[in-house]
């Protein structure tokens, strides 16, 4: 049996309501997934036994703690595998960035080992397994634009599919996603009626005005989470709707901000000028459901 490398993409998040909490402890949501085409290299060797994970980024833990690990040893103990995988994860996506990177990870092994120990787990179970990872796992077995509900573990494709560039900025801060929702509660209140994600999705992104309604519930706690970022997210945003993204925001609980461009060339002024102010910026595009499921059916054998 030979290896496998897969690509792992990151996400966005256009838009992100909380609108309660759950008896389980975690959130009930109302988020639009979008992935985009900065990823990990995610590697997976056939092992004589045991999982082991290998990864060159310092705050990656590569212990059984690592969801990559996690999503590998789920798989083996479902489907009863004896065998063992090496996973080497070559990491491109900011780490605590709420880009998703993690959550990545591991639904890629869950896909990669799906396919290359030839289980036949189906979209059915593997979402299964996804879901007992983490909130964020199902969505990266989907892709492209989706609308997440539930604690974002249900997600369901958009019809009209996303394409636009964008600019990603990296502050280079770890914040805990675990944190920021603890952050929120003390002032959580129950709000059902909140409404601008389903008016965007009805709307099925009409014309850049429709982003002017989307929010992300998360960024005020975020930045009492992690003040350093607060330092930044004014000029961050000020830049990007400056160059002309139609929508500038922070992803999931942060802390990269995105600012969204129907053209690539302001997309790289704005690159361009945040980092003469000495941040990191990177620009890419957002992959559709149909380009995330041609990347992945891409995946090589080596
Ligand atoms: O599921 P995952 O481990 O990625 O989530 C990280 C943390 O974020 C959870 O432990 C929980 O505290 C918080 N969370 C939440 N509600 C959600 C998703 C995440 O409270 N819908």
């Not at 496998?4 to 009930?28: C, F």
């Not at 980024?57 to 059984?64: G, I, K």
């Not at 890629?108 to 787990?121: H, K, P, S, T």
């Not at 389903?198 to 099925?204: A, D």
Request: charged share 25%; hydrophobic share 40%.
């Amino acid at each position: 049996m030979r290896s496998l490398r897969l690509r792992s993409y990151a996400k966005i998040n256009l838009g992100l309501e909380v609108l309660a909490q759950r008896e389980d402890g975690y959130h009930e949501l109302r988020t639009l997934f979008q992935t985009i085409d900065l990823a990990d290299d995610v590697v997976l060797r056939p092992r004589a036994r045991g999982v082991r994970v290998l990864c060159d980024h310092p705050l990656v833990p590569t212990d059984a703690t690592n969801l990559a690990a996690r999503a590998a040893e789920l798989v083996r103990g479902h489907a009863g595998v004896k065998r063992g995988v090496e996973i080497e994860i070559r990491k491109r996506i900011p780490v605590g960035g709420g880009l998703g990177g993690g959550s990545s990870n591991a639904a890629a092994v869950l896909m990669g080992l799906d396919r290359m120990w030839r289980l036949g787990l189906g979209p059915e179970g593997l979402h299964r397994l996804a879901r007992r990872l983490g909130a964020d796992v199902p969505y990266f077995l989907l892709g492209g634009t989706a609308l997440g509900l539930a604690r974002g573990d249900e997600v369901y494709p958009l019809h009209r599919q996303l394409r636009a560039h964008v600019v990603v900025v990296d502050p280079g801060i770890h914040v805990s996603t675990a944190r920021v929702f603890a952050r929120l509660d003390t002032r959580l209140t129950p709000r059902e009626n909140s409404n601008s994600i389903y008016y965007f999705v009805s709307r099925e992104l009409e014309g850049s005005g429709a982003y002017r309604f989307l929010q992300n519930d998360l960024e005020e706690a975020a930045l009492e989470e992690a003040p350093a970022l607060r330092e930044h997210a004014g000029r961050i945003r000020a830049v990007l709707l400056r160059e002309g993204a139609c929508l500038a925001a922070l992803s999931g609980s942060g802390s990269s901000y995105f600012g969204l461009f129907e053209n690539v060339r302001p997309a790289k002024r704005a690159r361009a000028a945040l980092a003469a102010e000495g941040l990191t910026a990177l620009v890419g595009r957002t992959l559709t459901l149909e380009q995330y499921r041609g990347a992945w059916g891409r995946a090589r054998n080596r």
